[in-house]
């Protein structure tokens, strides 16, 4: 059973930093995608980021393009968001999301919201 384990949530200042986790386990496919969404209060949900675990290919929103980096550890199946330059507006509960389907991409579940699996969220408050 595929498990998401979000960290590094919490509160930090306009034009701060935070570097979520997300702890992957449980694939039995080789490939994968795993993506960071996030909600806002009284908003959508959106596709904040993903990356292919195949060739590292990647998606941002526009929003946070030049601020937030996504990468992997493949070693240890983990995935991180460092999100830099934190504006109010980043505030959200961010989630870890990941799917294993055959064919899948980054534009698929960032975009087009092929999801599998979610993690349960954590909390990111940017606020002075």
């Known amino acids: 059973q595929v498990q998401l384990v979000e960290s590094g949530g919490g509160l930090v200042q306009p034009g701060g930093s935070l570097r979520l986790s997300c702890a992957a386990s449980?694939?039995?496919?080789?490939?994968?995608?795993i993506g960071w969404f996030r909600q806002a209060p009284g908003k959508a949900r959106e596709g904040v980021s993903c990356i292919s675990s195949s060739d590292g290919s990647t998606y941002y929103e526009d929003s946070v393009k030049g601020r937030f980096t996504i990468s992997r550890d493949s070693a240890n199946n983990t995935v991180y968001l460092q999100m830099n330059s934190l504006k109010p507006e980043d505030t959200a509960v961010y989630y870890c999301t990941a799917d294993p389907s055959l064919g899948t991409t980054v534009q698929r579940m960032c975009v087009m919201f092929e999801i599998g699996y979610w993690g349960q969220g954590t909390q990111v408050t940017v606020s002075s």
């Open positions: 449980g694939f039995t496919e080789d490939y994968y995608v």
